[in-house]
C-alpha cells in the first residue's frame, strides 16, 4: 500500500536523484497527433500549441493534489478525445491519490508504460489495485 500521508518521491526516467531540484517541476511534453517532444517544459504550464505541426489543444481539467506543490493542467486534443500532459522527470506525490492515478493513466496513455521506470510501473500497479 502506498501512504500519501508523507512524501513519496518517483522517478520517471530512472533514478535522477543527483541532479538539481528544477526536475521536480520540469519534464517531457510529447504531441499526441504528430509524435513531436519537447523536454525541460514545466508540469505546470503545457503547450496549447504544437510548435511542429501547429495542433491546438485547451485545458479540460486541472489535477489538484496529484503533485506536492503544483497543480496539473490536463490538455485535449481539440476535436478529439485524446488527453495530455507533461510527464514530469522527477516527481513527488501529493495527497490526492486519485489525481496521481489518473496523471499516472494519461503518461501512460501518451508514452506508454515502457516511457516509466520499474519502481514507477510496481507503483501504478498498486495504485490501480487499491482502486
Known amino acids: 500500500m502506498i501512504k ?7 522517478y520517471i526516467l530512472g533514478d535522477v536523484s543527483g541532479l538539481n531540484g528544477v526536475f521536480m517541476t520540469m519534464g517531457i511534453w510529447r504531441c499526441v497527433k504528430c509524435g513531436w517532444t519537447e523536454f525541460m517544459v514545466p508540469i505546470y504550464s503545457p503547450p496549447l500549441v504544437c510548435p511542429r505541426c501547429k495542433a491546438e489543444y485547451e485545458i479540460v481539467k486541472v489535477l489538484e493534489g496529484a503533485h506536492i506543490s503544483h497543480s ?54 498498486i495504485l490501480k489495485e487499491e482502486e
Open 4 to 10: 500519501f500521508d508523507s512524501m513519496l518521491r518517483f
Open 72 to 125: 496539473i493542467p490536463v490538455t485535449r486534443l481539440k476535436g478529439t478525445d485524446k488527453l495530455n500532459v507533461v510527464a514530469a522527470i522527477a516527481f513527488t506525490f501529493g495527497e490526492n491519490k486519485e489525481a496521481v492515478l489518473e496523471y499516472l493513466k494519461i503518461i501512460v496513455e501518451v508514452f506508454g508504460e515502457d516511457f516509466l521506470s520499474e519502481d514507477v510501473k510496481k507503483w501504478l500497479k
